[in-house]
């Protein structure tokens, strides 16, 4: 691996441009997350994304994973693994703690997505109309995505 290919340490939006340009110059996107120091779920979702992608931009996506690192537990814990086929380390997750990642594919399922997402969110009725505020502005944005995707 080329030292521009390696991942860096930090998978985050304070290092974004880091870990953008990593995307866009490696050839394949390779890293062990026991050796990043911190990990945003947005990086997650790219790389998932680039791994999924069928068209001509799809890219080799590897991960290593231990369960000693807090990176590996949380790629673990939101599902990254399933999404990539790769394999993560095996152990006891946070269930009430994390939500795990999920493709969205087709319209249908985008109301009920929503709903789900805004309920963990906010939930009792003195937080409804917020909830519902959510769960519109969660309906447009699942939309615009599944629209703009490529399938």
Request: proline share 3%; hydrophobic share 45%; glycine share 4%.
């Amino acid at each position: 691996m080329h030292l521009r290919d390696a991942a860096p340490s930090r998978l985050t939006l304070l290092h974004h441009l880091d870990t953008l340009e990593w995307i866009e110059s490696a050839n394949a996107l390779e890293v062990d997350l026991g050796n990043v120091h911190n990990v945003h779920v947005w990086a997650l979702v790219a790389l998932a994304a680039l791994a999924k992608n069928i068209g001509p931009h799809r890219r080799s996506v590897k991960v290593w994973a231990d369960d000693r690192s807090a990176p590996s537990r949380f790629a673990r814990a939101v599902g990254f693994e399933k999404l990539v086929g790769g394999r993560l380390p095996l152990g006891r997750t946070s269930e009430n703690r994390t939500v795990r990642l999920l493709q969205v594919r087709r319209f249908e399922e985008i109301e009920k997505i929503a709903s789900d997402i805004s309920r963990l969110l906010l939930s009792g009725e003195a937080a409804e109309e917020t909830r519902r505020t959510l769960y519109h502005i969660l309906v447009e944005f699942l939309r615009n995505a599944v629209q703009h995707s490529v399938h």
